[in-house]
Every structure is written in C-alpha cells, then in structure tokens.
C-alpha cells in the first residue's frame, strides 16, 4: 500500500493506493496517528486506488473516526470503489463517518 | 529429540544413524517441510554399497546426499541403488535429470509399471503435468516387483547380475484370506535381506521397503489427502487393500520406525494410527473424480474467487462486530460489548487470506502451478473454519452470513477431495420465494412494541438490543421493485443456496451504489425467468467476469441458468429455469 499526503487550505487528504490488509493495516495506523500527533484534526481519506479493505483496516477506521470527533473535528473517505464501498455498507460503517463521492465534496464543508 | 516407546531416539536428520533393526547398516534420513516439490530421500549403506530411496526434486537435495555418500565412501565410486518409493517426479525428478545419476556406478529401479512409465516419459502418471513439469523418457533397468517374476518362485532376475547395484530379488507373495500381497525380497549385502511390497492405490506403482525393522512406506499417508486423493492412477480399492497389507507387517514383522515420503519418521504405533486414519477417510472416497491438470486448473480458479468471497463475508462479520461494540461502548455497555469482541477472529483470518494472497501473486506469476494453489487454500481454508464462530455469531448477526461463509469452505473442500457439491432440490414457488427475500430485506430490525414488551426484564432487553442495533440496513436507501406477472413460477431448485445467491446479486448492486434495482419474474413457455437489474448504477460495471464465473457455478447448482449482460443500456443479470408448471 501506499501512502502520501496533500495538505488542503481545509484539511488535510490521505491518498491511499493498494491493500490495506493484516501487513499494511499498521502502516495506515502509524500513518494517520502521527498526522493527528501534528494536530491535523480535520482528515480525508481517498480511497480511489484502494484495491481491498480487510478487519483490520476497518478497525483503523472506526478508531481514527473515535480521535477525530472533538468539536470541529473532521474525519471522512472519499472516492470509494465499488468493492470497497460495498464492504463498508454491508458492515454498517457508512452510518459512522461522512463518504463523499470526491475530495471536493469531502472538503466543500469543513 | 523424537523417542520410540523403548525410549530410543527415532532418527537424526541429515545424519548417518544405525539402521533400526538392522544396526550394521547405516541410514542417512534426509527429511524436509511437506511439498510437493521434493520427498523426503534415505540413503542405506552397507559397506560395499548404497541403497537411495527417493532422490527427490531439488539440485540441492543431491548435493547433500552426495556429501552424505562421500562422508562414507571418499572418492570411492560405490554402486549405488536408487529406488523410487513411486515415480511422481517430486520423488524422481533429480535421478532424472542430475548428471550424478547418469553415471555408470548408479543403477535406476522402480516398480514395474513405475518403471513403464518413466520409459515412455508419462507426464500423467508421474504428476509431471500436474506439477509443471515435462519429462522426457529415461531407462530404468531395475524393474522390481514386475507381474512377471510372479510365479517364477526363486528364481532370481536375470538383468541383476550385469551391474554391482543390482538387487538379487525372489518373488515371495503373502497370502491371507485369499488376498494376494506381492512381497519380493532382495538381497541387501552384508546377509541382510529387505522386503518390497507393492502397495498400489496412490499410485499403481507405489511400493514400500522393509529392511529389519524400519519401513520405508512413500507416500501412502498421504494417499487420502485433499487434492492428492484421486491423482492419475488413484485407485480407492487398491489403497484400502494396501493399507490393510501395509498395516499387518508393521505388526508382524515387529517394525519399530517408519520412513514416510514426506514429514518426520515416526514410531510404528504412530504411523498405524495414521494409516488406520487414511483407511477410514479412504472408505468415504467411494467414485471421488480424478485430479487431472484439467480439474486442477479448474479448481485453482475456484479457489481464488473462493478466498475473495470469503474474505469479504469475514470481514462484514468483523465490521459489523465492531460496529456493534462501538455503539454498544457509546451506550456505555462495555460488559455486553467485551462478550463481542471475543467472537471476533479477524486479526486471524485477514492473516490467513494475506497469506493465501501472497501464494496467489507467486501464482499469477506463474512461480507455482494450479495444483499448489489448490492445495494452499485448502489448507487456508481449514484454518479458516475453525474461526466461524458459528452459534455466537449467529445469535447477533444476520446468520445467513455464518451460512454462506460454511456452505463456501464446505463446497470448496468437497471440491478439492474430488466430491461433487451436494446441493438440494425442491419444487419451489419463486414468486414466494422473491417475495419473502425483498420483504425481509426492506423490514426493520424489529417493531417498537416487540423491545417495549420486554423493557422490564434487563437480560432479554440487554439481548433484543443487540439485536437491533447490529440490524444493518443495508438496502434502506434503495427502492426495490418487484414486478411479476401472474404466473405460476414453480421451479426445481435449491431453496436455501439460491436465497443466499439472490442475496449475494442485490448485495453486490447495493455496494456497486445502486439507488433502485427491479426485479422482474415472468414465465415464458416452458422457461421461468427471474431478472435484475439497476437503472441508476454508477459507470463501473458491479460483477468482474471472476464473480460472474462465480454466480455461474453457483447458479448450476441451483439448477438454473445465468445471463449477464448489456440490455436497454442497464446490466441485467438473468436466472433461468425450466418451468414446473
């Protein structure tokens, strides 16, 4: 998996390309507390070239979403492909953090 | 260190041991992890010669052997037996193609019909086609336990004499309750004679070798295996009559260690339990298809559509877990969400299907063949099963997900040991069937009245939430039409799997972004046709020809027939089936 940063007037976007699964789940993790330990508190997710989603890269999801939830806080995905999207539906965590279908909708509001 | 019951050490890898039973023999045990590249080799020296059983199939496996040799002999050219357990290559690939085993000094021997198939390059029968190798043909002078020594008593075989590592055998067969066992015995050197024993089944030329009282006995543990089960030249009755046979002169003959093609020695008592194991999976083999290079390709495709289903269930059963003990921790219900999170085996099965990925980039880049693929998630797959958490997960979550992940690993294991899937039949009315699917996925977790009811008993309260807070509406936000006309829709078909196929089609519309999908059931003639499809998808087609592989198979086994295509500008999925009515 890869990772790279694009820090936004209103935000900062993550963009991710290739698995997030049991290997590269802790990369993600690492990746996304040292960006909250910056003190990027509004954080947007585009999943574009994610190819696969596993439990783990789930749980690191639902736990940035519980660090993000301060008053003014953002936390978002975008640009989810078909399988991606789907997994997230059927495991009910599109009720839990906002999914946009592109960064400028992500960011539109924050 | 590996003890017999006497309290002896079993054998040192890679080094010389006495010969159990036969202690002025040596025995070099070459073992190694159980593939399907290499067996196992074992040398025996006396001190004039050298028996090798399986030379295996890497370069480096005969490097080590030939040092093992040459720890003994220096550079004196001992004569040198190679005896081939049976000849799939990954037990005779080397003696085939390494330079060492052309030499003058070494004399090649397997079975007779082993042998017939070298001579005429079988890439069948030895596996080699299977294994993605090509063999071109090679003499192997030293036929033994040949049908036709049968009969001839004593008498030794003729083409012995003409090289120092030929065996002088005798045709001794064991006859018990009219079953003939084919034994020869052969002249070791040193006054010590080994026994062959022909032991069809895995292979038609699978033999063992007794020499006091250790047992060299291939692969014959492994004759039931998923994915070995059914090979070229299987043979269901043969095996169970070998095993028997194989299992009566460990008893007899007091054989205390025995030497398998693959994996550690083991003491004897071992090794029957094991084969007692492989006799009675072997009874349930009854008429299991063949594992050829054809089925092989046909399953490691299976496979890998397999893995990608079950490891999305998984991780939805996962997700929705989480989810649950994350709101359920928002209610301040740590407890009830603490009993959830023991049910959770995500962390293992995303290892799991990691794993199998890796075995699969290796594949995809043509590193392995579709035998090893097939073999790898069967043994991902019955690790995966264990984690089905079945009754605890099915008291919280949607249980037809439990169901469709079993009916997966069971259809998938059934597969590989060569059965066909089992699947029910039924005549079924559709338009109820359609009905009640759309009505249950549309209805809410459960009425007010029903949680209200109970509000006073704590525990049964406790319970209805979790349940109604792990209802995930999936299709909530999507319009489901159901248009039919007025029938009758009677059809043969399996009620459950083509509920949870149904499912499956919607589910895969729903993720693809669906906003409303039609369902349409119509009876033409003779032909009841169900049909799906969504007018508002996004671009991206929902069913890569890998899924659409799948709802095929799937839909055979419902007794229908699949369409997929482009129709009015919407991707329509079709089922059809014969009509009952």
């Known amino acids: 998996m890869e990772m790279r940063e694009d820090p936004r007037e ?32 509004k954080v947007l997710l585009e999943f574009s070239s994610v190819t696969y989603i596993s439990s783990g890269g789930l749980r690191i999801l639902l736990i940035t979403a519980k660090k993000l939830r301060d008053p003014g806080d953002r936390f978002g995905l975008c640009c989810l492909p078909a399988e991606v999207y789907k997994i997230l539906r059927m495991a009910g965590f599109t009720s839990l953090f906002p999914i946009y279908p592109d960064e400028g909708a992500g960011l539109a509001g924050w | 260190m590996r003890v017999l019951p006497g309290g002896k050490e079993i054998l040192t890898n890679s080094s010389w041991n006495p010969l159990p039973g036969a202690e002025d023999l040596r025995l070099f045990p070459f073992t190694r992890k159980i593939d399907t590249v290499s067996s196992n080799s074992y040398i025996i020296a006396t001190n004039e010669r050298v028996i090798l059983i399986d030379p295996g199939g890497l370069p480096e496996q005969t490097g080590i052997l030939t040092s093992a040799i040459g720890q003994l002999f220096g550079t004196r050219d001992v004569p040198v037996t190679v005896l081939f357990s049976h000849v799939h290559v990954d037990h005779c690939i080397e003696a085939l193609r390494n330079p060492w085993f052309a030499r003058p000094a070494v004399l090649l021997g397997a079975q007779d019909a082993g042998a017939a198939a070298l001579e005429r390059g079988d890439n069948r029968l030895t596996q080699a086609k299977l294994l993605g190798e090509d063999l071109a043909p090679v003499r192997v002078p030293l ?62 030329d699978s033999m063992c070798l007794r020499i006091g009282r250790t047992l060299f006995m291939g692969d014959i543990l492994f004759a039931a295996s998923p994915g070995m089960a059914g090979v070229v030249g299987w043979d269901q009755k043969a095996l169970l009559s070998s095993i028997r046979n194989l299992l009566s002169v460990i008893e007899h003959d007091h054989v205390e260690v025995c030497c398998p093609g693959h994996g550690r020695p083991l003491a004897a008592s071992d090794a029957m339990d094991l084969l007692r194991d492989v006799y009675r999976d072997t009874l349930t083999l009854d008429g299991i298809q063949e594992m050829n290079p054809e089925r092989a390709r046909f399953i490691a495709e299976y496979s890998e559509i397999l ?29 009830v969400a603490s009993g959830l999170e023991e049910l959770d085996r995500g962390a293992l099965v995303d290892d799991l299907i990691q794993e199998f990925h890796r075995f699969g980039e290796s594949y995809r880049a043509g590193k392995v063949q579709d035998v090893h693929i097939v073999l790898k998630a069967a043994q991902v797959v019955r690790k995966i099963e264990p984690a089905l958490e079945k009754e605890g997960i099915s008291a919280v979550i949607d249980p037809t997900m439990v169901r469709r992940a079993e009916r997966l690993i069971s259809d998938y294991m059934s597969t590989v040991r060569g059965f066909r899937i089992e699947h029910g039949t039924g005549r079924i009315d559709l338009s109820n069937l359609v009905s009640g699917i759309v009505g249950k996925m549309s209805a809410e977790a459960s009425e007010d009245d029903e949680i209200m009811d109970i509000a006073d008993d704590e525990e049964a309260f406790r319970t209805a939430l979790v349940r109604r807070l792990a209802h995930i509406p999936v299709f909530d936000e999507i319009e489901i039409l159901f248009d039919h006309d007025k029938g009758p829709h009677v059809v043969n078909t399996d009620e459950e799997r083509l509920s949870d196929l149904f499912a499956a089609i919607l589910e895969d519309l729903a993720g693809a972004g669906a906003g409303e999908i039609t369902i349409s059931l119509v009876k033409e003639e003779d032909t009841v046709a169900l049909t799906i499809w969504s007018s508002d998808l996004p671009s991206r087609a929902p ?19 699949i369409s997929y295509g482009k129709v009015d500008g919407h991707v329509k999925i079709g089922i059809s089936f014969n009509s009952l009515s």
Request: glycine letters at 12%.
């Open chain 1, 10 to 41: 209103n935000g900062i976007i993550l963009h991710l390309s290739g698995r997030i699964d049991s290997s590269t789940a802790p990369l993600l993790e690492g990746e996304l507390n040292r960006l909250i330990g910056a003190g990027n508190r």
């Open chain 2, 143 to 204: 036929r033994v336990l040949a049908p036709v020594d049968r009969g001839t008593g004593a008498i030794y075989r003729p083409d012995f004499p003409r090289s120092p590592a030929g065996l002088r055998l005798r045709y001794n067969p064991i006859v018990e309750e009219g079953e003939v066992f084919h034994r020869q015995f052969a002249d070791i050197g040193e006054g010590i004679t080994g026994e062959l024993y022909h032991t069809p089944g895995h292979s038609p």
């Open chain 2, 307 to 335: 893995t990608e289903r079950l490891s999305e269930i998984f991780t939805v059963i996962t997700g929705r877990l989480l989810y649950l003990c994350h709101i359920l921790e928002e209610l301040e219900e740590a407890g």
């Open chain 2, 543 to 561: 069913f890569s020809k890998r899924e659409i592989k799948f709802l095929q198979t799937e839909c055979d086994l419902c007794g229908g027939r």
